[in-house]
């Protein structure tokens, strides 16, 4: 069993700045990409970053220049630090990890999620 335990969320004004944490603990072989989804009430689930395990990372271009996405590997931790922050951040982020199991099976699981709310 893999799973994720994301840390992070909250209220913070418009400007201001949070750091997101998602933990992978279980059976794992190993990680390969993680990254970080969001989904704003009414709307559907977007990708906001991804890492890969050699820390290639790809942004959406919502939020280039104001998140930065990266891992720990020894920790399989992957963190998206959220600078600048603006209203429309608002949502609730996810995080993605796909991987091999110590079994050597395939997953690709998500976090719970955590709600992050910016006040103009």
């Known amino acids: 069993q893999v799973q994720l335990v994301e840390s992070g969320g909250g209220l913070v004004q418009a400007g201001g700045s949070l750091r997101l944490s998602c933990a992978a603990s279980?059976?794992?072989?190993?990680?390969?990409?993680m990254g970080w989804y969001r989904q704003a009430p009414g709307k559907q689930r977007y990708l906001v970053a991804v890492?890969?395990?050699?820390?290639?990372?790809n942004y959406a271009d919502s939020v280039k220049g104001r998140f930065t996405i990266s891992r720990d590997n020894a920790k399989n931790t992957v963190y998206l630090q959220m600078n600048s922050l603006k209203p429309e951040d608002t949502a609730v982020y996810y995080c993605?990890?796909?991987?091999?199991?110590?079994?050597?099976?395939?997953?690709?699981?998500w976090g719970q999620g955590t709600l992050v709310t910016v006040s103009s």
């Open positions: 890492i890969t395990s050699g820390g290639n990372t």
């Open positions: 279980g059976s794992i072989f190993r990680i390969n990409g």
């Open positions: 993605n990890a796909d991987g091999v199991r110590s079994g050597y099976s395939h997953f690709d699981i």
